[in-house]
């Protein structure tokens, strides 16, 4: 009874902390709302009219803030890799909503990225998570972070729809950190996240009031891949290195997918198009929300994959093949839409 009492006061008020973080997200995006920095349509744009942008502020203050309170709830203090994560997400959030007001060259921006994700991916290795530190092993963690920041930020086009995913796969990484016996500055790095973005959302869907902007996606891109590499790095977990792109696989399969075609098109892949099969889908006449809750479903899919094939329940190949015939279907039922709308094309 006397140990878990100190236990049970800690979960509640743990819980209050996450529901504050919430409430403290969603009155940063009405402060970020007043501040009136309009994203313009464009003929690559969704929207009609002017809508409000850098709804990722809110997401990045309440993350950066929220991440070592909640680890002092827990009495925790934060390491070098939550420390490298802060410093990473802060300065790539910075730069981000630089480029939310006045936008930069394609270039500067991958720069920043790389940046933040050596940064990351050095704290990730220099924490404690692999033995030793490897050019290769750096290596391919940048590449992951700086393709995990521009998977957010090229999916970031429909109302509710990253900022939706981010959150899903937050609360999702959050359960399988817990059930494989991760500390605070797991899963509670996770869900502080999805509360960050469970605050921003009612203003983005499924009416936009405000936009996440390259600040708020490329952020959220970077924290989801770093908790990716912290499920690589726990023995508990069964195949962990591939359990974050299984839980975002729907995102990942439209972005690698858009991009090939382009390359095989011979069209130049950094310059901004629409494309994406979610944009496509948008294009032929289904509604903004309809694709924004199926890509929802389809991170609960492959989040739900990545619980049982991470924790042993289910061996890889079942849970792959399911995954992956989930987004064939999508795929297929978005190129015969397009086929059938009149004047549209790839």
Not at 148 to 159: E, H, P, R, S, T
């Amino acid at each position: 009874m006397t140990m878990s009492h100190p236990f049970h006061a800690e979960t509640a008020f743990f819980a209050l902390f996450l529901l504050a973080a919430a409430l403290m997200s969603a009155v940063l995006s009405r402060r970020v709302i007043a501040m009136r920095v309009l994203d313009y349509p464009t003929g690559r744009s969704a929207h009609d009219m002017p809508v409000p942008k850098g709804g990722g502020l809110a997401i990045l203050i309440v993350f950066v803030v929220g991440v070592p309170l909640g680890q002092m709830i827990c009495h925790r203090h934060a390491d070098m890799t939550d420390v490298t994560l802060l410093l990473a997400t802060v300065g790539l959030g910075l730069f981000s909503w630089r480029d939310d007001m006045q936008p930069m060259p394609p270039l500067w921006k991958l720069g920043a990225q790389i940046a933040a994700a050596l940064l990351v991916a050095w704290g990730d290795m220099a924490g404690g998570t692999v033995h030793a530190l490897t050019t290769g092993g750096l290596g391919l963690r940048v590449v992951w972070l700086v393709a995990l920041c521009n998977c957010l930020n090229f999916m970031d086009g429909l109302n509710g729809l990253a900022s939706g995913c981010t959150l899903i796969a937050g609360v999702i990484a959050a359960g399988l950190f817990m059930l494989a016996g991760g500390g605070v500055e797991t899963w509670g790095s996770a869900l502080i996240l999805a509360a960050a973005c469970a605050g921003f959302l009612p203003f983005n869907f499924p009416h936009a009031r405000l936009f996440m902007g390259d600040v708020g996606s490329q952020c959220c891109g970077l924290v989801l891949g770093a908790l990716g590499l912290r499920m690589a790095g726990m023995p508990q977990l069964v195949h962990g290195a591939w359990l974050m792109p299984l839980m975002l696989s729907g995102l990942l399969v439209d972005v690698i997918a858009t991009l090939l075609r382009r390359m095989y098109h011979r069209r130049p892949v950094m310059r901004a198009h629409r494309e994406h099969f979610y944009q496509m889908a948008h294009r032929s006449g289904m509604q903004a929300a309809d694709i924004t809750v199926v890509t929802w479903a389809s991170t609960v899919c492959g989040g739900m994959g990545a619980v049982v094939m991470g924790m042993g329940w289910v061996r890889p190949g079942p849970v792959v093949l399911a995954v992956s015939l989930i987004q064939l279907v999508w795929i297929t039922a978005v190129i015969r839409r397009v086929g059938r709308a009149p004047g549209l094309s790839w």
